[in-house]
C-alpha cells in the first residue's frame, strides 16, 4: 500500500515550485508523515511495564525515627480524654431540625428529647439545646409581632382622631362661617382664607 501512495506522490521538484497566488511556509520542519514509513520504530519500552515486570516502586514505611515526647504526651492525653475515639457531635440538616421540632411539637410525650436524640443521632444535650433556641426564637418573632401590631393600631387610631378633628374643624368653620356672616361679625380663618375675602355669588 505505501508503494502505491509513493507512485501517486508528486516529486519533490513539484512541491518546491511556488504555485500562483499562494503563499510560501518558511518552517523547515514541515515534512510529509510519508517521508518516515520506511524507519523502524520501536515500541518495546513499554512492554515490561505494560506487562507487570518491571518492579514497582516500593511505597515507604513508617518513619523509624522514634516519636518526640510531646507527641507521646499529646495522644496519652488525647486517649484519655477520648476512649471511644475522636467522635464530633453531628450537625443536623436545617430539614432534619424542622423535622425533630415537628415531632416534638405534635406529641411532646411520645417524642422526648430522650427518644429524639435516639433517632436524630445527637446528644441530649443538643436536642434540648435545639428545641430551646426554636422556643426562643418563637417567642422573640412573636413579641416583635405583637409589637409592630401594636405599633400598626397606634397609627391607624392616631390618623383616625386626626381625621375626626379634621372634620369636626371644617364642620366647625363652616357653621362659624355661617353665623359670622349673619351676625356681620368677622370669623377666624379657615384654610388660609378669610370669611370678608370669600367671594359670594347671587
Known amino acids: 500500500m505505501f508503494s502505491v501512495l509513493r507512485a501517486l506522490?508528486?516529486?519533490?521538484?513539484?512541491?518546491?515550485a511556488p504555485i500562483a497566488g499562494s503563499v510560501r511556509c518558511s518552517s523547515?520542519?514541515?515534512?510529509?508523515?510519508?517521508?518516515?514509513?520506511?524507519t523502524p520504530v520501536d515500541l518495546s519500552e513499554d512492554?515490561?511495564?505494560?506487562?507487570?515486570?518491571?518492579?514497582?516502586?516500593?511505597?515507604?514505611?513508617?518513619?523509624?525515627t522514634p516519636t518526640p515526647a510531646a507527641w507521646q504526651a499529646h495522644r496519652a492525653t488525647l486517649k484519655q480524654s477520648f476512649p471511644g475515639g475522636w467522635n464530633p457531635p453531628r450537625k443536623l440538616s436545617r430539614d432534619a431540625m424542622d423535622g425533630l421540632r415537628a415531632l416534638h411539637a405534635a406529641d411532646p410525650a411520645r417524642f422526648p428529647t430522650r427518644v429524639l436524640a435516639e433517632r436524630f443521632r445527637v446528644s441530649p444535650e443538643a436536642d434540648r439545646?435545639?428545641?430551646?433556641?426554636?422556643?426562643?426564637?418563637?417567642?422573640?418573632?412573636?413579641r416583635s409581632l405583637g409589637a409592630l401590631r401594636e405599633r400598626l393600631e397606634a397609627q391607624r387610631v392616631l390618623a383616625s382622631r386626626s381625621d375626626a378633628k379634621a372634620a369636626m374643624r371644617r364642620e366647625w368653620g363652616l357653621m362659624e362661617d355661617a353665623e359670622?356672616?349673619?351676625?356681620?361679625?368677622?370669623?377666624?380663618p379657615t384654610r388660609g382664607i378669610h370669611a370678608r375675602d370669600k367671594l359670594e355669588f347671587e
Open 129 to 142: 439545646a435545639k428545641l430551646r433556641a426554636r422556643e426562643a426564637q418563637r417567642k422573640h418573632k412573636d
Open 47 to 64: 512492554n515490561d511495564a505494560v506487562d507487570g515486570i518491571r518492579p514497582r516502586a516500593a511505597r515507604s514505611g513508617p518513619p523509624l
Open 28 to 38: 523547515r520542519s514541515a515534512r510529509s508523515i510519508l517521508d518516515d514509513d520506511d
Open 9 to 16: 506522490r508528486p516529486s519533490s521538484s513539484m512541491l518546491r
Open 180 to 188: 359670622g356672616a349673619d351676625a356681620g361679625a368677622e370669623s377666624i
